[in-house]
């Protein structure tokens, strides 16, 4: 299980990696293996600014659809299009091309709150 050590982690299995004040999110090794291929992800709320725990999103697999709850309160500023025509992306490379949105976060200290690597190995049992 790929859990780089660098980004940070929710219980939702969403990975934060931080920029300044904007952060990347999408769903972790975990997360992609758990839901199995993933067919769709559709995100609505493009320069909508929403507070943590919100929904942003969701993610259609061949078996389920879930949400997509937003770590940290800010404005979504940027969803990743390659995923519109390559939801696949999502398993293949999810730190990587399989990114899903950057948020300009406008409380960075919610950032502290999240977990890290290790924490993140603990609450999935790895």
Excluded: R
């Excluded at 993610?59 to 879930?66: D, L, N």
């Amino acid at each position: 299980m790929n859990i780089p050590s660098e980004l940070k982690y929710t219980k939702d299995h969403e990975w934060v990696k931080i920029n300044d004040d904007v952060v990347t999110i999408g769903i972790t090794d975990f997360a992609q293996s758990e839901l199995g291929d993933i067919v769709y992800v559709e995100v609505e709320t493009l320069d909508e600014t929403l507070e943590a725990e919100e929904v942003f999103g969701t993610v259609e697999a061949v078996k389920t659809v879930s949400d997509l709850f937003l770590p940290v309160s800010g404005e979504i500023i940027e969803f990743n299009e390659t995923l519109e025509d390559e939801p696949e992306k999502v398993n293949s490379d999810p730190y990587g091309e399989g990114w899903m949105i950057k948020v300009k976060c406008s409380d960075v200290s919610q950032i502290e709150g999240l977990m890290s690597a290790d924490d993140y190995k603990s609450l999935i049992g790895g």
